[in-house]
């Protein structure tokens, strides 16, 4: 669409004569190339300030946009989630919509192929008078509202629902490395088919957690929805991700870490989370909107979209966040729609309910980014984001702390549609900057000592004054077995198996030098040493197979022709090893000779 006439003539006679209706002293009949002259003369260029003025501000600004798009586009939804209202079109709303009296607007905006176009010259026009409108801008805080935030619940005024606040880096540097041993220990079972924690392991997973989940038995339930239960976040993000990240990997019924997992394990917590983020936007092992079980339908296929492009918005929306600065959640989805984020949950609306598939259809959905968009963008920031302790998090009960989709049929007696309604607001962590390659380091803080510590010849390590931090305990215990509250005796097979897997001693003398005011006894100081070098004696070269020969003779043979004895070796009188990379060429060089293999 280039000029203003080729769009005037794509308009119907009553169309242009309802823009006529705006100029007085403009003549309103004819055929529709007089109407179509006379909205020209309106809008040529000793005309076009004075219909310019006649647009209100919220026009204007509608006008300026599509000038400075490239394209002369105009996206509705963009522009009311930036300045939160719509340009009228119509001058009275209460006609009926074939009749309603039409706004000079539609002299600069027109419709063609379903997308609001300013004309290309008209937009060159346009633009050479008037500077480009003001950036969008995402809103952020220093600090929380002050007095201490409340929200109101929008279906009881009397009901105040206070925000908890939740410093989240210095659990997730723990539970890093908490669950990453849990899982080398082979304590979380997963089902085989969704790979998700059962009640047992959930149990086992909240017992080591740094602080409570995010909602404690208290908060589980509404009053009035008893079988609308929270449950758990963290303990269910800590294995999800660690296997999506390809850390851990299912061993029979229980999670094992792999070569992978072992590397992060010894890595810095803060570099093993950072790689958790990056190999989590990679996988596409499970979905997180699944998590919100709320809305049925989900399992259907080409019910949902790819699970990576949406992961990869949100992070790079999540870079465009102000570090230290409390960010409110619906701030952060009305800048994502307003900037045209291409964030989509559902592909098929319809196919997607609440209750009932025959009457609970969402595609009914009055706001479709608030139940979709907003709901997988809730799930991310709170289940995954402040897990991995990348974002602080201010929330409330989730209970009636969004309440637009009970306007849905089905939602009408529901409290909550997700675990994650309630988060109100969250702010990017020093360490959530690293993880999304905003910084490119990230020092941890000091730890203060908690405790001081006696640590005897016989391996004892006894606490003398003040308590261990979890911290402290998490280290000890991969050295050391517990006696009592208060005592602890460094064990040989745990050392032997920490260095086993690359891990030094060195940390652990430093903790217990720095904890007790007496040097370290000689035969601890041996105790270290010889672990930490007998851990390295031996080393895994390559996995093997061990083949048996029918005799002692065909044994020697084999070992001793010229064609098989490089790639095999002997072990006892009748057996050979062969490594499992050399299997294929032995075998054939075998055969040479004239010796099978059986299974």
């Excluded at 006439?5 to 169309?15: F, G, Q």
């Excluded at 390295?536 to 061990?546: F, G, I, T």
Aim: hydrophobic share 40%.
């Amino acid at each position: 669409m280039n000029t203003l006439p080729d769009a005037l003539s794509s308009l119907t006679a009553d169309h242009l004569k309802s823009l006529l209706a705006n100029f007085p002293d403009a003549v309103k009949i004819g055929r529709k190339d007089v109407l179509i002259a006379a909205l020209l003369e309106q809008m040529s260029d000793a005309g076009l300030p004075r219909v310019w003025a006649m647009l209100d501000p919220c026009q204007q600004l509608a006008v300026r946009e599509a000038a400075h798009d490239v394209r002369g586009r105009f996206d509705a939804r963009r522009f009311t989630a930036k300045y939160g209202q719509a340009p009228r079109f119509h001058h009275d709303p209460k006609h009926a919509y074939s009749r309603r009296p039409t706004t000079v607007l539609s002299l600069f905006l027109f419709e063609h192929d379903g997308t609001l176009m300013l004309p290309a010259q008209l937009r060159l026009r346009v633009a050479a008078l008037l500077p480009p409108p003001a950036p969008n801008v995402l809103a952020s805080m220093a600090s929380l509202p002050e007095p201490a935030p409340e929200l109101k619940a929008q279906d009881d005024d009397d009901d105040e629902m206070p925000l908890t606040q939740r410093n989240t880096s210095s659990d997730a540097l723990y539970e890093v490395v908490a669950m990453l041993r849990m899982v080398d220990q082979k304590l979380i079972a997963v089902s085989d088919k969704t790979r998700m924690p059962g009640t047992a392991a959930l149990r086992a997973i909240e017992a080591k957690l740094a602080g409570a989940d995010f909602y404690g038995p208290d908060a589980e339930t509404s009053p009035d929805r008893s079988d609308q239960r929270i449950g758990p976040i963290k303990a269910v993000a800590w294995p999800l991700l660690l296997q999506a990240s390809g850390l851990a990997e299912l061993h029979g019924s229980k999670l094992g870490l792999n070569a992978a997992g072992i590397k992060a394990l010894q890595a810095a917590p803060a570099d093993a989370l950072r790689g958790i983020w990056r190999g989590w936007l990679a996988s596409s092992l499970f979905d997180e909107f699944n998590r919100i079980d709320e809305i049925k339908g989900q399992k259907g296929k080409g019910r949902l979209t790819p699970v990576k492009p949406r992961r990869a918005i949100v992070s790079q929306f999540l870079q465009r966040c102000p570090p230290a600065r409390w960010v409110e959640v619906d701030e952060l989805s009305r800048f994502m729609q307003a900037e045209g984020a291409p964030l989509a949950v559902a592909e098929d609306p319809w196919s997607l309910y609440l209750c009932d598939a025959n009457y609970g259809a969402l595609g009914y959905a009055h706001d479709e980014w608030d139940t979709f968009q907003t709901r997988y963008l809730l799930c991310v920031l709170f289940e995954y984001c402040a897990t991995l302790g990348m974002v602080d998090v201010a929330y409330c009960s989730p209970h009636h702390a969004r309440t637009e989709f009970q306007s849905l049929w089905g939602g009408q007696d529901m409290t909550l549609l997700s675990r994650y309604d309630g988060l109100m607001y969250f702010r990017l962590t020093e360490l959530g900057a690293y993880c999304l390659g905003l910084s490119t380091t990230y020092t941890p803080p000091a730890r203060t000592a908690s405790c001081t510590l006696s640590v005897s010849a016989s391996l004892q390590i006894s606490v003398t004054g003040g308590s261990l931090s979890a911290d402290d305990s998490l280290l000890l215990e991969n050295w050391a077995s517990r006696e009592s509250a208060q005592l602890w005796r460094l064990d040989r097979e745990k050392t032997m198996i920490a260095v086993e897997r690359g891990q030094d001693t060195a940390p652990l003398e430093a903790f217990l030098r720095s904890r007790d005011s007496q040097p370290l006894p000689v035969q601890v100081e041996a105790f270290l040493r010889a672990c930490n070098k007998g851990g390295k004696a031996m080393q895994v070269m390559s996995s093997s197979l061990l083949i048996e020969c029918i005799d002692a003779e065909t044994a020697d043979r084999i070992a001793q022709h010229p064609d098989t004895a490089p790639l095999c070796m002997r072990a006892g009188k009748q057996h050979l090893v062969v490594q499992v990379k050399h299997d294929a060429r032995f075998r054939k060089a075998a055969r040479t000779l004239g010796y099978g293999i059986r299974e």
